[in-house]
């Protein structure tokens, strides 16, 4: 009996990553070809490594045999004589097993503790608990030789897990325990899964129908920077996030600063090119400093006395906790330092629309698909909170304050304030209006044609692709 295993490149990227990486995440977008590709990688992993133990875990048993056991024996319905029914477990005659598992709770991981999987799948791990994943996690070793221990996920953004997983894989941001080396990301989009789009070339149209922005850049996109809830849906690591240039001389630039010591303190430098748009190109975060040193702190860059400073209007109110002999105001003490404050306009439910304003990049009538407002990658904490922050539920124009968790500058709003009062320094910028021609006139007829040629583009550049990779095994 012959076996053919064929991968589309993304699931082939996969394949690649768990061969040498510990644990890698297949995430992103619906319909994406997660699923197939995972049960297909383990399938062939079985062959590869003879003895060799897998499993692919789900919250529950329905979900695991419409997504796995089914779908597994319809494609390839020779394996059917090595599946054992009551035990969910596929057994090779070359002794390698493959099982399907379930357990929707941390209670239900019982069954599974002192269990050894070479191969660990968990899919949807989105809908997992951090403590879930990392005791399952016991479970994935070796003690075979030549047979290494691997884990692999796949999930959409969102859901219980949503947090965990985008700290990991996508911000890469690890504790003392964690190595780098051991996690990768995988990017899955709907148009890589050729096979579905053949097969449903309506599919994506009903993605689009989906009436929530953020389900639908959810699943469209696989966008990991929102959630249900999320205040400024319009944020997009590919569109906001860029890659820092030599900011020129003669732009304007000013800073804005949100005053905090157990909470963090946090400052950002802004410039401005000659059409108005503001890149935040450096943030300075920290808990735990005085006043007097963050202002030193911030005084290492020469340009910042050159600048205007605009900060909360608590500055300016009589400090007597921050240092013995402190001048009253830390407006006072910044002044000590050779910088000067200024009283921003701090009302929330402005400056939220005005930070929405500067974030909005598309359904413009005059065509303009960009933003106003871009980060370096450079300031990695300003970019997460602007992603994170939620609707206050009890005023839904305004963004939900919430405090830094033991001054850890990624937990709190700090940074979001602190651009706030920034962009509230700046007019509200307008788009000139843009003039069609008269429908039926010459320079109509040239944008319908330039119209029809772009999207004849975008198909030749579709159908470039790579074709699956293919592998044959042999029983």
Not at 7 to 26: D, N, R
Not at 28 to 33: L, R, V, Y
Not at 161 to 183: A, M, Q, S, T
Not at 252 to 265: E, I, L, M
Request: glycine letters at 8%; hydrophobic letters at 35%.
């Amino acid at each position: 009996m012959n076996l053919k295993i064929a991968l589309q490149p993304k699931q082939l990227q996969f394949a690649k990553s768990i061969e040498t990486t510990p644990v890698t995440l297949f995430g992103g977008a619906k319909g994406g070809g997660k699923s197939a590709g995972l049960r297909k990688i383990f399938l062939a992993r079985r062959f590869q490594y003879a003895g060799s133990s897998g499993a692919i875990f789900r919250k529950t048993y329905p979900e695991l045999e419409a997504n796995h056991i089914r779908p597994i024996f319809e494609e390839y319905p020779e394996l059917r004589q090595y599946y054992h029914e009551s035990k969910k477990v596929l057994t090779l005659p070359n002794n390698s097993t493959l099982q399907f598992c379930h357990a929707s709770s941390e209670k239900d991981l019982d069954l599974y503790q002192g269990r050894e999987f070479n191969d660990l799948g968990i899919e949807e791990a989105g809908q997992w608990t951090e403590t879930m994943f990392r005791r399952l996690m016991g479970s994935n070793r070796s003690s075979k030789p030549g047979i290494p221990a691997r884990a692999a996920l796949t999930a959409n953004p969102g859901g219980t897990g949503h947090k965990w997983l985008k700290r990991l894989f996508i911000e890469r941001r690890f504790n003392e325990r964690e190595r780098p080396e051991d996690y990768a990301f995988i990017q899955a989009l709907v148009r890589d899964n050729a096979a579905l789009l053949d097969n449903d070339p309506d599919y994506i149209r009903r993605l689009e129908a989906e009436p929530s922005e953020t389900l639908r850049k959810a699943y469209l996109y696989g966008d990991w920077d929102i959630f249900a809830g999320q205040f400024f849906s319009e944020i997009r690591r590919d569109i906001h996030y860029i890659v820092p240039f030599a900011v020129p001389s003669h732009w304007n630039r000013f800073g804005a600063y949100d005053f905090g010591f157990n909470h963090p303190a946090a400052f950002g430098w802004f410039a401005v090119d000659e059409d108005g748009n503001v890149y935040l190109y450096r943030e300075i975060i920290k808990a735990q400093m005085r006043v007097d040193q963050f202002a030193a702190e911030i005084n290492k860059y020469p340009e910042t006395k050159e600048m205007p400073i605009y900060a909360g209007w608590d500055c300016w109110v009589q400090k007597g906790i921050i240092k013995e002999g402190t001048p009253p105001t830390i407006a006072d003490e910044f002044a000590n330092h050779g910088l000067f404050l200024k009283k921003a306009v701090i009302d929330r439910i402005q400056g939220a629309a005005q930070v929405r304003k500067y974030l909005a990049w598309q359904n413009f009538p005059n065509g303009r698909n960009k933003p106003r407002f871009f980060i370096f990658n450079t300031c990695p904490i300003s970019f997460d909170c602007l992603t994170r922050v939620e609707h206050d539920p009890d005023r839904i124009e305004d963004v939900l304050k919430i405090d830094a968790v033991d001054g850890d500058p990624m937990t709190g709003d700090d940074a979001y304030d602190m651009i706030r009062m920034g962009l509230m320094s700046r007019p509200v910028m307008t788009d000139k209006a843009v003039i069609k021609p008269p429908i039926g006139s010459k320079a109509w007829y040239e944008e319908q044609a330039e119209g029809i040629w772009e999207k004849e583009r975008e198909k030749l550049t579709e159908d470039q692709g790579n074709w699956p990779s293919d592998s044959n095994f042999s029983l």
